[in-house]
Structure formats: C-alpha cells, structure tokens
C-alpha cells in the first residue's frame, strides 16, 4: 500500500525558512515523478514543483529562487526547503507522485498518490 507522510510544517515570521519532508512506502521510490503541491482556504490546489526519476526539477513562478525540491532515494523522501517565506505561501503543502518516471505537469490530476499535508503559516 503506498503512502506518502508529510512533516516539517508550522509557523514561521515573514522571510524565514522551513524544510518539508515527505516519506514515501509501499511502492519503488525513486523511480517515479514527484511533486509537492499547496493548497490555500478558498483557492485551488497550485503545483508547488515537481521532480523526476532523473531528479530534472520544475518550480511554479512563484516560488522559484525562494523553494528547491529534492529527493533521497535511498531513504525514499522528498523534500521541500522554503527560504524567503512570505505571507502567501500560506497553504496547506502536500507530497503528490505519479505514475510516471517523467513529470508531465504540476496539474493536480497527474499525480495519482497524495499524502495528507502539512500546515505552513506565514505571519508578518
């Protein structure tokens, strides 16, 4: 069964930093495409960025420069470390994986397992 764990969330000031993790089982880690996605009150989900099996990285506009995404194989986790956090990034942060060795978008319908989130709070 797989399962995707999500942790590191919390509250933090306005340009501060977190590291998001996600622990993946139940399946072959490292051969798939994965994402982290967020989700804010009254919004819909956004595709923070995305990793393949190649560990090629795609970031959301928003994010880029502030966000990196990265993958330990051999511990079967994906990471999330936020620098410059604003209030906006303010969201529930989810762990997604595809199908998919290759990573064909951040749209929230191409991944097919999700973990239950984490909370991040971004305060002035």
């Known amino acids: 069964q797989v399962q995707l764990v999500e942790s590191g969330g919390g509250s933090v000031q306005s340009g501060g930093s977190l590291r998001l993790s996600c622990a993946a089982s139940?399946?072959?880690?490292?051969?798939?495409?994965m994402a982290w996605f967020r989700q804010a009150p009254g919004k819909e989900r956004e595709g923070v960025g995305s990793?393949?099996?190649?560990?090629?990285?795609s970031y959301a506009v928003s994010v880029e420069g502030r966000f990196t995404i990265s993958r330990d194989n051999a511990k079967s986790t994906l990471y999330l470390q936020m620098n410059s956090l604003k209030l906006e990034d303010t969201a529930m942060y989810y762990c997604?994986?595809?199908?998919?060795?290759?990573?064909?978008?951040?749209?929230?319908?191409?991944?097919?397992?999700w973990g239950q989130g984490t909370q991040v709070t971004v305060s002035s």
């Open positions: 997604a994986a595809a199908r998919t060795s290759g990573c064909r978008s951040r749209l929230a319908s191409e991944y097919y397992y």
């Open positions: 990793i393949n099996s190649m560990g090629t990285i």
């Open positions: 139940g399946y072959t880690f490292g051969t798939y495409c």
